[in-house]
């Protein structure tokens, strides 16, 4: 219900009057096609993607909103910044390998918003040796900004794969 809400406040707030912005205000930068707008949040998705199987998250603030809001596996974590400090950062640093398998994007463009789905598998190896293997799947909403597509809201979650 909360992601149906953050879904719902995004496109809302897209359709809404921007009632604060300067006469000066850049405009968000505009791709020539659907199809170009597509590719640009799936290299948005996959730099996040690479950044967590390199184990470095360096660099990934920039591909989400300062006011970005992740949500996982049944928490609320905050911005992406506030993710980032107390759960993925110190996460990645206990991992010796993660490694993504079956990988396959949804892009869903709405004007200004783009709607991504994503299924995997993943495969984690900690530095003491332990191994977990899951089937994950994600939905993002991303933003057309100045600077590109950037990620909004992600929502991300996991379970054992059946007969694990």
Do not use: C
């Amino acid at each position: 219900m909360l992601m149906t809400t953050m879904i719902a406040a995004a496109l809302a707030a897209q359709a809404a009057p921007d009632t604060h912005a300067s006469a000066a205000a850049p405009l968000a930068a505009q791709p020539a096609s659907a199809s170009e707008d597509e590719s640009a949040v799936r290299a948005v998705l996959a730099r996040y993607k690479s950044a967590i199987e390199r184990l470095d998250a360096s660099g990934t603030e920039a591909l989400f909103t300062e006011d970005s809001a992740v949500f996982e596996t049944g928490g609320v974590e905050g911005t992406y910044k506030e993710y980032l400090a107390h759960h993925l950062g110190p996460e990645l640093a206990a991992f010796r390998a993660f490694a993504f398998s079956d990988y396959a994007v949804a892009v869903r463009i709405e004007g200004d918003l783009a709607l991504a789905t994503e299924t995997y598998n993943y495969r984690i190896e900690t530095k003491t040796g332990e191994i977990a293997m899951r089937r994950g799947v994600a939905t993002s909403v991303l933003t057309r900004t100045a600077d590109g597509w950037k990620i909004l809201v992600m929502h991300n979650s996991a379970r054992k794969p059946k007969g694990t």
